[in-house]
């Protein structure tokens, strides 16, 4: 016969898995959730129609151009040392040779990765 202790112990092992249990649930519909927001932002930009011409504002089309990366700059140290606030930034010649200048929010995945001579794809 098990003691008031042992069915003390016993009923919080059980709310404590009831907790993770529920945590888990609520991280599975929120990714969920997120996933399906992504999936329709991808719907909608592949529905959308090619731009006649370079877009000057936003609009419901998407541009593409083939750039060659004529220099990058991650500014990384004028961000964590605060002195001018330089955002990353990239240099990009078109195949008309009439420079492109690019600002990034950070220096993510693409920026990091481009090099001098590094074909990219801009999209607008």
Same mark, same amino acid.
Do not use: H
């Given at each position: ?14 709310? =404590? !898995?009831?907790?993770?249990?529920? #945590?888990?649930?609520? $991280?599975?519909?929120? *990714? @969920? ?28 089309? =998407? !541009?593409?151009?083939?750039?060659? #990366?004529?220099?990058? $700059?991650?500014?990384? *140290? @004028? ?46």
């Amino acid at each position: 016969m098990r003691g008031r202790r042992g069915i003390t112990e016993q009923a919080g092992r059980v709310a =404590v !898995w009831l907790a993770i249990a529920l #945590v888990g649930l609520m $991280a599975g519909v929120m *990714s @969920a959730m997120e996933v399906s927001g992504a999936l329709e932002r991808e719907r909608e930009y592949r529905a959308s129609p090619v731009c006649a011409s370079v877009p000057v504002t936003a609009s419901a089309c =998407v !541009w593409e151009q083939a750039f060659t #990366v004529r220099e990058s $700059a991650t500014n990384e *140290s @004028a961000a964590s040392e605060g002195d001018d606030g330089k955002k990353p930034a990239a240099t990009l010649l078109p195949p008309n040779g009439k420079p492109w200048n690019a600002a990034f929010r950070n220096t993510g995945p693409v920026l990091s990765r481009m090099r001098p001579g590094d074909p990219v794809v801009g999209v607008v």
